[in-house]
């Protein structure tokens, strides 16, 4: 699963607990409001890309239908 602008901190974390860093440097509040309506969308690609590193997924890592 790679993690996308609609999903919510608080969800991200319940399954990727180490992103929690990620979300810390980026001063993103653990909330159930998606990503993409509390992240300053110039940097939010930046965001994604460091949280998909650090939990280890990519699209290559995602399969149609799951």
Known sequence: MVIQP???PIA???IWSNAKVI?????V???EK???SIVDSRVLDSLLKE???I???????CVEGG
């Open 6 to 8: 609609n999903m919510s």
């Open 12 to 14: 991200i974390t319940e």
């Open 23 to 27: 979300l810390d440097k980026y001063k």
């Open 29 to 31: 509040p653990i909330s």
């Open 34 to 36: 998606p990503l993409e």
């Open 51 to 53: 949280l998909n590193i």
């Open 55 to 61: 939990v280890g997924s990519s699209s290559a890592t």
